[in-house]
């Protein structure tokens, strides 16, 4: 485990916590969610008992008496009830997370899905931003939006599930029952199924597809293409949707860094050579990768806590 806590810690601290398929996380803010007072994590364990206690000693190690807590979580989350289902990493089925957690505390507790709560955490950092979307690219894809500071979750909270639109063309068979989503594509999860030959695949993908003398140049290349060419297609569908002032880009995969963004940004450009309205959208100025270092899911589940 790891933490950095103030020696002093003031009043009104909200507590925000990051639950990670190998980590639980925790942020704790001082009460205008402006500044990280602390940080703590532990090792993540598997089950719903598990994971109910290692939330509660990130709670207790990051304040003695917090005003609230948010947790942002995987799997399918009930976010007026706290109660969540299917954490697939942590073979939870279910739990009442919120009411667990809270009945142990005393302290309101909102729980949140994992990329919404990394959405408002990076919406935080863009500050002058008024819709900011964050993509996130893991196993799954999928984005959180963010209007003047309050998520947008639409009618039945699937608002940003953009990895379930059908529409590529090699149309493999994606998890929740569709065809083609984009999802089979785009994601962290599609790079490894196309790409068995290194770990993690991204990086070693975009510095094969630029080596013509590597011998799986031309196999990188076909990979690569149709991986950014879904992400791209995502992107496209988000500005013309959405129209976000910020598109953060998240998750494992976006940490392959700058070289990513690139190949993102030169398929864009590609794109707009031949629509005037694309090039009007100016979407590579909107892009941005996340800050490293910058724990935005814990710090955003705060934020849920506060709103």
Not at 144 to 156: K, Q, T
Not at 178 to 183: I, K, M, R, T
Not at 266 to 274: F, I, M
Request: charged content about 20%.
């Amino acid at each position: 485990m790891t933490s950095q806590r103030s020696e002093s810690m003031p009043s009104g601290v909200r507590v925000g916590i990051d639950v990670g398929g190998t980590k639980i996380a925790g942020v704790a803010l001082a009460g205008d969610g402006t500044q990280v007072l602390a940080e703590y994590e532990v090792p993540a364990r598997q089950g719903s008992e598990a994971l109910v206690e290692d939330v509660l000693s990130v709670v207790r190690a990051l304040s003695e008496a917090p005003v609230s807590i948010g947790i942002g979580t995987p799997g399918r989350v009930n976010s007026s009830t706290g109660e969540v289902e299917n954490i697939a990493n942590l073979a939870v089925d279910y739990v009442d997370l919120g009411r667990l957690v809270a009945a142990a505390t005393g302290v309101e507790v909102h729980v949140e899905n994992d990329v919404n709560a990394a959405a408002l955490g990076v919406a935080a950092q863009a500050e002058a931003a008024s819709t900011v979307v964050c993509l996130s690219i893991g196993t799954g894809i999928a984005a959180g939006v963010v209007r003047n500071g309050v998520l947008d979750r639409g009618f039945s909270g699937v608002v940003g599930e953009v990895g379930h639109v059908p529409m590529e063309p090699h149309r493999w068979p994606c998890p929740c029952g569709q065809v083609g989503c984009l999802e089979t594509a785009g994601s962290g999860g599609a790079a490894v199924r196309l790409w068995p030959h290194d770990t993690p695949p991204m990086p070693a993908i975009i510095r094969r597809a630029h080596d013509a003398n590597d011998p799986l140049h031309m196999q990188a290349v076909d990979v690569r293409d149709t991986v950014i060419r879904a992400i791209v297609d995502i992107i496209d569908m988000l500005a013309v949707t959405v129209d976000p002032e910020k598109i953060i880009l998240a998750g494992g995969m976006a940490k392959t860094g700058q070289p990513l963004l690139d190949e993102i940004c030169a398929e864009l450009s590609r794109r707009a050579e031949g629509s005037k309205f694309i090039t009007s959208l100016h979407l590579n100025d909107r892009l941005a990768l996340a800050p490293s270092g910058v724990p935005v899911g814990a710090i955003g589940a705060a934020l849920c806590g506060k709103n």
